[in-house]
C-alpha cells in the first residue's frame, strides 16, 4: 500500500515475458532484494500462466507488480515490448477480476536477459541448465532495478497499466475469463503505453 503517496512498500512481483517462457521474481516485504521464484510456459491459448501469477500475488500479498519492457539500446520499443505490454495488460485484468488492487508497472528491462545469461555462464552452468532460470534470474534482475529506482529517487517508477473497465472488457470479442484467457486488443495496448506517471524510467 502507498506510502504518503510516494510508491508502494511490501512484497512486489517481477515479470520476464517471452514467447515460450515467463520468469517471475519476488522481493521482500522491505524491498531490499529481489530473488528468483520459478520460470512459466507461456499459455497463449488458455493463460494459465498469467493465473499463476495472480495466485501468488494473492498468496503472498504482493503491493506491486513489474513488467519488464524490452526497449532497444536506443530506447525504441518493438514487437518485444508491444508483447509485454500486452501481457500487462492481461495481468493486471486478471488481478482486478480476482478481487486484487495490485498495481502493474511496466519497467524498462533493456540488457536483462542478457545479464543473466552472463551471470549464469560464469557460475558455470550448461546451456541446457541457463533455459531452466535464466528466465526468473532476468525477472529477478528486472526487479531489483526497480526497487531501487523506487528507493533512489523516492518515487514510484515505470509506466502504470491500467485495465479496462468490466463492461469494457466484457464487450471485447473474445474477452478474457477468471483465469486470465482473452488477448488483449489493439486499444489496450495503446492504453498500456499510454498510461505514464511521474519518475517513469
Known sequence: MPDNGTYPRGVKLGV????????????????ILATPIRTLSRDEKKNSDVGVIVKQAAERGAVQIFVGLPRTLKGQEGPSARMAADYALL??????RAG???PVNLIDERLSTVSAHRSL??????SKEHRKVVDQLAAAGIL?????????????VGRRVLAPAPAEESAQPGGGSADGSGPASETDSQRAEGNREPGQS
Not at 531489483?144 to 514510484?156: C, F, L, V, Y
Open 16 to 31: 520476464d515475458v517471452g514467447t515460450v517462457r515467463v520468469g517471475l521474481s519476488a522481493c521482500d516485504p522491505d524491498g
Open 91 to 96: 495481468l493486471a485484468a486478471a488481478l482486478g
Open 100 to 102: 486484487l488492487d495490485v
Open 121 to 126: 555462464h560464469e557460475a558455470g552452468l550448461s
Open 144 to 156: 531489483q532495478h526497480a526497487i531501487e529506482m523506487q528507493k533512489s529517487r523516492g518515487q514510484d
